[in-house]
T-cell receptor, first 114, second 111 residues
Framework: AQSVTQLGSHVSVSEGALVLLRCNYS??????LFWYVQYPNQGLQLLLK??????LVKGINGFEAEFKKSETSFHLTKPSAHMSDAAEYFC????????????FGKGTRLHILP | EPEVTQTPSHQVTQMGQEVILRCVPI?????FYWYRQILGQKVEFLVS????????KSEIFDDQFSVERPDGSNFTLKIRSTKLEDSAMYFC?????????FGSGTRLTVV
């Protein structure tokens, strides 16, 4: 069975500092991996996805993530945090079937300190 | 950019009542899903739907739940007899390739 583990339910960074949100996955087959963001009282927006092309994936809003098979990780980074990045971030995994469900992690709430 | 539209955005219902949550997926998408998020918890898979039938459902999706695509555009989730623990945000999603597009959700409050 597939799963993802997000380390840290809350992460605080100063504005302008590096953002690092950690995600480790477990999958018996090569997975697809995703990061979604949820702003307060809003839906889930896809930040980026890994589908086995480049291991470094660039997404929206300056975020990127690197797939590391040896570490079973897919950490999300952004070089310089903005106040507008404050949100809940979800790492997710799916099988490579086109219709497969996505399994979400528990989420990490990112706080940006002025 | 194409969107998944969900209505209503917020619904309050009495325990034991039936509710229908509505979704309009992106028009050329073939795969449809419902997820829920209980307040403060993670997003949980409920059901996937393809070619007018359920592809997969979770343990949460018991006999109280049903899904339907009544016409070419709508995709609905029905809860027959709501319980207090059904209170959650319900998200519809659709996909054509890898990665879903989610709607903004319906917040269901059962009182």
């Amino acid at each position: 069975a597939q799963s993802v583990t997000q380390l840290g339910s809350h992460v605080s960074v100063s504005e302008g500092a590096l953002v690092l949100l950690r995600c480790n996955y477990s999958s018996s087959v090569p997975p697809y991996l995703f990061w979604y963001v949820q702003y307060p009282n809003q839906g889930l927006q896809l930040l980026l996805k890994y589908t086995s092309a480049a291991t470094l994936v660039k997404g929206i809003n300056g975020f990127e993530a690197e797939f590391k098979k040896s570490e079973t990780s897919f950490h999300l980074t952004k070089p310089s945090a903005h106040m507008s990045d404050a949100a809940e971030y979800f790492c997710a995994v799916s099988d490579r079937r086109r219709d497969d469900k996505i399994i979400f992690g528990k989420g990490t709430r990112l706080h940006i300190l002025p | 950019e194409p969107e998944v539209t969900q209505t209503p955005s917020h619904q309050v219902t009495q325990m034991g009542q039936e509710v229908i949550l509505r979704c309009v997926p992106i028009s050329n998408h073939l795969y449809f899903y419902w997820y829920r998020q209980i307040l403060g918890q993670k997003v949980e898979f409920l059901v996937s739907f393809y070619n007018n039938e359920i592809s997969e459902k979770s343990e949460i999706f018991d006999d109280q739940f049903s899904v339907e695509r009544p016409d070419g555009s709508n995709f609905t989730l029905k809860i027959r007899s709501t319980k207090l623990e059904d209170s959650a945000m319900y998200f519809c999603a659709s996909s054509e390739q890898v990665g879903y597009t989610f709607g903004s959700g319906t917040r269901l409050t059962v009182v």
